[in-house]
């Protein structure tokens, strides 16, 4: 192992200055190199780099003689000296950078946003307290991208070698053989942050800056925010049937869910099939599952519920009657029609005319009476630019999909206003999330942490992400199912994925409770302001204008309590009943302790006292209000 311990740079920052190397057409390199936070003009031939300084470093590149240029690759390369990093957040979608906390993994490594990776060109390196050392976002068009860390890196020989102990990365754009297309102006910015609370806190910030430049904007809509139930997880979707789902409906709304999605399989085999037969693509309803799939529609709608429908705008199946009309449109990769593992094609997101053909689509699944669409597989793509002889208006296929997400959210709202869309994790990113009503958490059946972590990422930069939907067995007790649903609601909308006639009674009860207490403090949870109290992301605060809720996961023992509310909630997702608390001051109020059940155990007044211990039953809640505290009850 070679290594130079270097002087680390002291004080002014972490940061100091970059290089921008770009790859033209013509085969051509441009470099700009030590390009720091101060305004510059740098020159390379016949072109000139514009650097402004602000809250974030905007570039702008053009040739002196005004004529536009083709880029192929954009790279951003970093150099600065190596610390013991806690963790590593590397540039995705939201949905697999929790597997890369390890700074280790990413040792002499490229880690790709490619192939249905559409995701966000941020990366962030905390300290040991997973405070942000520094964090990095491109501002900018989103495509395929590569993260790669140079040093440490990897010997011929495949040994790890630091090199005079530098950390050195670079973030590539795009990544792969995609090209980044033509330009008159080429236009981005970087943001650098070197000072956060959490990798939450920074990417919230960079989202700020991306929709200061891009101007995004978002249509909340309250019933975006109504819990869920999807029938994807319980049966087989072969086994799919409106008895079914209205029978879930009904008892969905028992308990307090207020919106189904009919999933995949409605209109024939589903991905999880043990039919190899599909008719993906068609999208007509199957008459043994749905003999009138208007009337289920109408069905769940005199319940007094919200509905999704389920479609794949861009797979289509070889056994879909739709083949031989769309296979001109239909991705290829090397010559080659492509195919996804799952066994289905998909239509070029780069092609304008299969994007006309999907949106041509939208006024026959709105017309079956759903209240929106679940919007689903855009993420199942191929990591090669399409060789398919049709037309393209798109130089990578992220940016044909980013385009399509635009399209469509605008059909389907010139269609029906208030449509729901559900989008997901591996294309809600910074610029798409704007075009639906909400961003899902990517499939994390069973897996309640890998859930959170999907949802939280999105979180930081989307009013409104749904949880995976959660399923559970009998073999949960009923304390953890508390638990799985706390997770659930600190980190967005509530969704469950069971068939709910199996659920015993007193499980039905924690979902009630805990569902009913997001209904009733709907407002807070829609409207509060999330963010964590530290970088453990072990206590969060989701602040609304009187109440406040502070969510403990995990093993946490201690919260900060928040300033300035009426009400308070405490959710315990602990194990631990007796949890240590920091006060400004000395504060009177009456605390109901609530079991898992949601059930009131304990009503009590209490004089909360900094370097205080509240009581709070593990997988319970408590209540606590500052303003009955002098009146008496
Ligand atoms: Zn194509």
């Given at each position: 192992m070679v290594y130079t311990p270097s002087l680390m740079r002291k004080a002014m920052g972490y940061f100091n200055s970059f290089d921008l190397h770009l790859i033209l057409a013509d085969g051509r390199r441009l470099s700009f190199e030590k390009i720091s936070q101060a305004d510059a003009f740098l020159e390379d031939g016949d072109f000139v780099l514009d650097v402004k300084a602000g809250p974030v470093l905007a570039l702008k590149l053009r040739r002196k003689d005004g004529l536009p240029f083709d880029i192929e690759k954009v790279d951003y390369d970093f150099d600065l000296p190596l610390k013991n990093f806690n963790r590593f957040l590397v540039p995705d979608c939201g949905r697999y950078y929790n597997r890369y906390f390890t700074p280790l993994l990413s040792w002499g490594r490229t880690i790709s946003m490619i192939g249905g990776n559409h995701g966000n060109p941020f990366a962030a390196f905390m300290d040991h307290h997973d405070r942000i050392v520094l964090a990095i976002g491109i501002v900018g068009q989103l495509v395929e991208m590569g993260f790669t860390v140079t040093s440490p890196g990897r010997s011929l020989r495949n040994t790890l070698v630091v090199d005079r102990g530098r950390f050195r990365f670079q973030m590539n754009r795009p990544a792969g053989n995609f090209k980044l297309g033509r330009f008159t102006c080429?236009?981005?910015?970087?943001?650098?942050?070197?000072?956060?609370?959490?990798?939450?806190?920074?990417?919230?910030?960079?989202?700020?800056a991306y929709y200061q430049m891009y101007g995004s904007q978002f249509e909340i809509l309250e019933e975006a925010f109504y819990p869920t139930w999807c029938s994807w997880v319980p049966w087989n979707s072969d086994d799919l049937n409106e008895a079914k789902i209205l029978e879930n409906a009904r008892l969905a709304k028992e308990i307090g869910v207020r919106t189904i999605i009919l999933d995949d399989g409605w209109y024939g085999p589903g991905c999880d099939s043990a039919s190899l037969e599909s008719n993906m693509g068609d999208y007509r309803p199957d008459v043994r599952k749905f003999p009138d799939l208007s009337g289920t529609a109408e069905k769940i709608r005199l319940l007094g519920m919200k509905s999704l429908l389920w479609v794949a705008p861009l797979a289509v199946s070889p056994e879909a009657e739709c083949y031989q009309q769309v296979k001109g449109l239909?991705?290829?990769?090397k010559g080659r029609t492509w195919k996804s593992p799952s066994g289905?094609?998909?239509?070029?997101?780069?092609?304008?005319?299969?994007?006309?053909?999907?949106?041509?689509?939208?006024?026959?699944?709105?017309?079956?009476?759903f209240d929106g669409l679940k919007v689903d597989l855009y993420n199942n793509i191929g990591s090669e630019p399409c060789?398919?002889?049709?037309?393209?208006?798109c130089t990578t296929?992220?940016?044909?999909v980013m385009r399509l997400m635009k399209e469509y959210w605008q059909r389907l709202k010139a269609i029906k206003p208030d449509a729901l869309m559900e989008s997901k994790n591996n294309y809600g990113n910074v610029y798409s999330a704007q075009f639906g009503s909400m961003i899902r958490g990517g499939d994390s059946p069973y897996d309640i942490n890998n859930n959170f972590w999907n949802c939280i990422y999105p979180r930081a930069y989307s009013p409104v992400v749904h949880n995976d939907y959660l399923c559970w067995t009998s073999a949960e007790s009923d304390h953890d199912l508390a638990?799985?649903?706390?997770?659930?609601?600190?980190?967005?909308?509530?969704?469950?994925?069971?068939?709910?006639?199996?659920?015993?009674?007193?499980?039905?009860?924690?979902?009630?409770?805990?569902?009913?207490?997001?209904?009733?403090?709907?407002e807070t949870f829609a409207k509060g302001n999330l963010e964590p109290q530290s970088g453990a992301m072990d206590v969060w605060d989701i602040n609304g204008s009187e109440t406040a809720i502070v969510s403990l996961l995990h093993n946490a023992k201690e919260f900060?309590?928040?300033?300035?509310?009426?009400?308070?909630?405490?959710?315990?997702?602990?194990?631990?009943?007796?949890?240590?608390?920091?006060i400004p001051e000395t504060t009177a109020a009456v605390q109901v302790n609530l079991d898992c059940y949601l059930r009131e155990v304990e009503r009590t007044r209490v004089t909360l006292a900094d370097t205080g211990t509240i009581h709070v039953p593990s997988a319970g809640l408590a209540i606590f209000d500052l303003r009955a505290e002098s009146g008496d009850r």
């Open positions: 080429f236009e981005e910015a970087l943001f650098i942050c070197e000072n956060s609370p959490s990798w939450f806190h920074a990417l919230h910030r960079y989202a700020e239909l991705m290829e990769e289905f094609h998909d239509l070029c997101p780069c092609c304008p005319q299969a994007r006309q053909l999907i949106l041509d689509k939208i006024p026959e699944l709105l017309a079956y009476g060789t398919a002889g049709h037309n393209h208006d296929t992220t940016q044909g638990i799985l649903l706390i997770k659930q609601i600190t980190a967005g909308v509530p969704t469950l994925s069971v068939d709910l006639a199996g659920v015993s009674e007193s499980q039905r009860t924690v979902l009630k409770g805990w569902l009913g207490i997001y209904n009733r403090y709907l900060n309590w928040p300033a300035g509310k009426t009400q308070v909630l405490v959710m315990n997702g602990t194990d631990n009943h007796n949890i240590y608390t920091r």
